[in-house]
């Protein structure tokens, strides 16, 4: 899912990211992927990600992606989107097993197609567009029209979540599971 989630971000968030090998995890005592995208995306440096700082990064990464300047991405080109965005200096990730491979494979392939509306084989940034802005929206947890590094989903086993999930920011941890009954 985290292929999916980096494209979306990268999307919103295409990155991007789609964007769309697995991300590497993070360097020791470096930042997660999300918050080095987060980086890359926050142009003026203030903490915030705006909708144009977000258009922006995509445009960029699409326009660096499309290697024929057709206007529109392939499904090679898109599996293409990824490529550059490890940090200078980061080990090179290690090499999926087959499974693992084919796995992903068959993921870029399933959002290649689900962000391919005119089913043409291309997709164009216009169509990438509104999967964009929704997920920006979705991201943007208090509507002020900017996503901060708390609206960003948090990974890894956390009290009360499951792997993926995210808690509205400064909600209290879910409750335990109640206790079962003893007979």
Same mark, same amino acid.
């Given at each position: ?9 990268g999307v ?5 990211? $789609? +964007?769309? $090998? ?16 987060? @980086?890359?995306?926050? $142009?003026?440096?203030d903490g ?16 660096? /992606? ?15 989107? #990824?490529?550059? !965005?490890?940090? @200078?200096?980061?080990?090179? $990730? ?9 796995? !992903?494979?068959?993921?870029? /392939?399933? !959002? ?14 216009? @169509? ?29 086993? #956390? ?6 999930? #995210? ?6 941890? /879910?409750?335990?599971?109640? /206790?079962?009954? +003893?007979?």
């Amino acid at each position: 899912m985290k292929l999916v989630q980096t494209l979306a971000f990268g999307v919103a968030l295409l990155g991007s990211g $789609a +964007a769309l $090998a697995q991300p590497a995890p993070p360097p020791p005592g470096g930042p997660a992927p999300s918050a080095r995208m987060f @980086e890359q995306m926050d $142009a003026n440096h203030d903490g915030r990600v705006t909708w144009e700082e977000s258009w922006a990064f995509i445009t960029s990464r699409f326009n660096a /992606a499309d290697a024929d300047h057709s206007g529109g991405l392939t499904l090679q080109e898109f599996g293409q989107m #990824r490529v550059g !965005m490890r940090p @200078e200096g980061a080990p090179p $990730a290690r090499t999926p097993s087959p499974e693992r491979t084919e796995r !992903m494979e068959r993921m870029r /392939a399933a !959002m290649f197609r689900s962000l391919d509306a005119n089913s043409d084989g291309i997709i164009t940034l216009a @169509e990438i567009q509104p999967f964009a802005q929704a997920h920006f929206r979705a991201m943007d947890a208090n509507g002020d029209g900017a996503v901060t590094r708390d609206e960003l989903p948090q990974h890894g086993p #956390r009290e009360g979540h499951r792997r993926g999930e #995210r808690a509205a920011p400064g909600a209290p941890a /879910a409750p335990a599971a109640p /206790a079962t009954p +003893a007979r």
